[in-house]
Nanobody, 117 residues
């Protein structure tokens, strides 16, 4: 059974920081592309950051220079360090995985991030 379990969300003031974690089980983590998406009610889910199996990263323009995605294959965990948070970063953040060969995709249950102004 595949599980992606996020943690680390919460309420923070503008300019603050949060670190999200996603622990994966049931997948070959080291052979999976991992990513963070976010969604605001009424809007489509959008890609925030992605990290490939070799550590190559990709970011949405809106978070470049503020957010950092990383992975620890020994712990089956992907992280999202979020600095200089803005009210517009408020959303539910979802962990995502895609197998390199199977191309199967999985989602976590989401964690709420709220940034107050």
């Amino acid at each position: 059974q595949v599980q992606l379990v996020e943690s680390g969300g919460g309420l923070v003031e503008a300019g603050g920081s949060l670190r999200l974690s996603c622990v994966a089980s049931g997948i070959i983590f080291s052979h999976s592309t991992m990513a963070w998406y976010r969604q605001v009610p009424g809007n489509q889910r959008e890609l925030v950051a992605l990290i490939g199996i070799k550590g190559t990263t990709q970011y949405a323009d809106s978070v470049k220079g503020r957010f950092t995605i990383s992975r620890d294959n020994a712990k089956n965990t992907v992280y999202l360090q979020m600095n200089s948070l803005k009210p517009e970063d408020t959303a539910v953040y979802y962990c995502f995985s895609q197998g390199l060969t199977s191309l199967r995709t999985y989602w976590g249950q989401g964690t709420q991030v709220t940034v107050s102004s």
